[in-house]
């Protein structure tokens, strides 16, 4: 492509901008950094993986995106989203941003949906509320969400209590809810991880499905590799509050540039790996209240040098991909 | 080959009273299950919720009464009704099950966790003691460090370590692994599945390994036992049973797994739906509902366990693959011979 034509194509807009965001707790044990320094860009229509062991800082890094962050954190940094900053907003903003503009689904649909109410009452509530239609109105929408979600025979769900329902069904009726105002960006938080092999299959093929037919983001946490290959275009690994490597997602599994990704995918069970000992990442996560000084994974890596105990690596980047790593500095320089 | 376990057309049926006004019904959690362990095998156990997986563990840790079959355990029948008879498999079948935390006593440091079983076995204190640092030892906890430990002051795997520990203490013939490491981070399993392997090899041990997770029971597992809502839908060796499954159940649960390779990532679900509910299932067989090859036999007789004819080794309950069944992918007894 010449640079003229380059130059007519638009510059990819960007719908969420997120800079050196952070969540603190402060207790009297202490102050647990749970999420330093996370920055990233997201384009409209994007998927981002956030992928992370438990205690990693996933799931808080996703709720500090919508701030729904228990009382006692401490949110620093910026999120703007369509050149509001979410992490300063009022309430009253907030609330017509969350549902409309960002929704999120999370890993268990029945602690997410009310066991009092119909599946169709609680979709209608939200479009009411956001929409102002009628009743009647906010019904016909949920019947043609409920079908856009793939439940078989909506009409009779609507009535449906959460707990008559399957899991896989639940995890549909929860995305509907989330989709209920056409969101730009779609917050998922583990949503097939408590799901059945057969079933997280077809949810995630439905995400993708659904995100393809709405052009709408998605930043979806998750603990398995496996989620990210089937959906992802980007993957961000977190360790200990921190993104320690971005790349998009066929570089992440092609080539892993950070010690830790690497040892992830050592440590993954793969259809190659019967007949061989797996190689673990030994010890285990730090405790986020007592950060090491350098770099929090020092301690277990493999391929430690003398920087690493003292100092903690900033981000280097090369190419599209970004790896927080003074080995993976130190070489691509030389 | 050694059997050490054996199951018989095991049954277990649970009464579901739906509350004022719900549906009452019967579960079968487990029906018709029979299979046999033989002595360092690993016999993986896989299926989705409601499959019957736990209620199995439960009825061969004689947890739970069987209403129908027999356990066999080193080659005699186990009498779950007689407490003599269940101290006796307590001592031969342990198991670990998927919660690390909730297993242990809370108020037990991990030592005494550990020397517990084998003091209620009648070992004095002491040697109940000496051996319990020693099975430590062995989990890779080192006894100085870990010993006087409580619960929550050691990490997921090492709990799990722990309750790996006081199982083998007690020198169990079969060890029952429930979801042993499923909750556990993947570093973190990767160390507990070396660990597992390496205690197979040097104690010669045997295990049941129940999980829901296909890749890591292809790992660890030669033998696997796949079940759906509490019936086994087929038997065989690991590497057959992934390479070239059966039965149309066990087709969809392996391809149902994620890719590993974004550029070729799943175009379409292998099943559509859930498992349906267990209370009071389907007729026929009860993969029925889902299978994208029933035929009316199907939904009308249930298919018995059968070996298949190019390998007697390999066992499915599938019309389609027993002879003379009705089915039309089902081979004729005399098929040559017809025009």
Known sequence: MSAMASALVPEPRTLLDVRRLAVRFRSRDGVVAAVQEVSFTLSPGATLSILGESGSGKTMTLRALMRLLPPNAELSGQVIFENSDIATLDEATLRAIRGPKIAMIFQDPMAALDPVYTIGSQISEVIIAHEGVSRAAARVRAKELLDIVQIPSAQRRLDAYPHELSGGLRQRAMIALALSCRPKLLLADEPTTALDATVQIQVLLLIRELQRALGMAVILVTHDMGVACEIADDVAVMYAGRFVEMASIADMVASPQHPYTQGLRASTVQAASRGTPLRPILGAPPDLSQLPSGCAFAPRCDQRLEICDAIVPTVTEAGARRVRCHLFAAQTRS | ?????????????????????????????????????????????????????????????????????????????????????????????????????????????????????????????????????????????????????????????????????????????????????????????????????????????????????????????????????????????????????????????????????????????????DPPSPINPPPGCRFSSRCPIAEPICRAREPKLSSLRRDPHHLTACHAHITDSGHSLASARKSEGNP
């Not at chain 2, 579901?16 to 095998?41: R, T």
């Not at chain 2, 016999?43 to 409601?50: A, F, I, K």
Request: hydrophobic share 45%; charged share 25%; aromatic share 4%.
């Open chain 2, 1 to 273: 080959m050694t059997q050490v376990l054996a199951v018989e057309r095991l049954g277990k049926d649970f009464k579901v009273s739906g509350g004022l006004l719900g549906p009452k019904g019967l579960v079968q959690a487990v029906d018709d299950c029979s299979f046999a362990v033989a002595k360092n095998e690993v016999l993986g156990l896989v299926g989705e919720s409601g499959s019957g997986k736990s209620t199995l563990a439960r009825l061969l840790m004689c947890l739970i009464r069987p209403d129908r079959g027999r356990i066999v355990l080193e080659n005699a029948a186990v009498d779950a009704r007689s407490a003599d008879e269940r101290r006796r498999v307590l001592s031969r079948v342990q198991m670990v099950f998927q919660d690390s935390y909730a297993s242990l006593n809370p108020r037990h440091t991990a030592a005494a966790e550990v020397a517990f079983g084998l003091a209620a076995r009648g070992e004095p204190r002491r040697a109940a003691e000496r051996q319990a640092c020693e099975a430590l030892a062995l989990v890779g906890l080192t006894p100085n460090l870990f010993a006087e430990r409580y619960p929550h002051e050691l990490s997921g795997g090492q709990r799990q370590r722990v309750n790996i520990a006081r199982a083998i203490a007690l020198s169990p013939k079969i060890l029952i692994l429930d979801e042993a490491v499923s909750a556990l981070d993947k570093s973190v399993q990767a160390q507990v599945l070396n660990l597992l392997g390496d205690l197979k090899r040097t104690l010669g041990l045997t295990y049941l390994f129940i999980s829901h997770d296909l890749e890591v029971v292809r790992y660890v597992s030669d033998r696997i036992v796949v079940m759906y809502l509490g019936k086994v839908m087929e038997i065989g060796s690991v590497d057959v049973v992934y390479d070239a499954p059966a039965h149309p159940y066990t087709k969809a649960l392996i391809s149902s797994r994620l890719t590993t390779d974004p550029k070729r990532r799943t175009s379409a679900a292998p099943v559509t739906g």
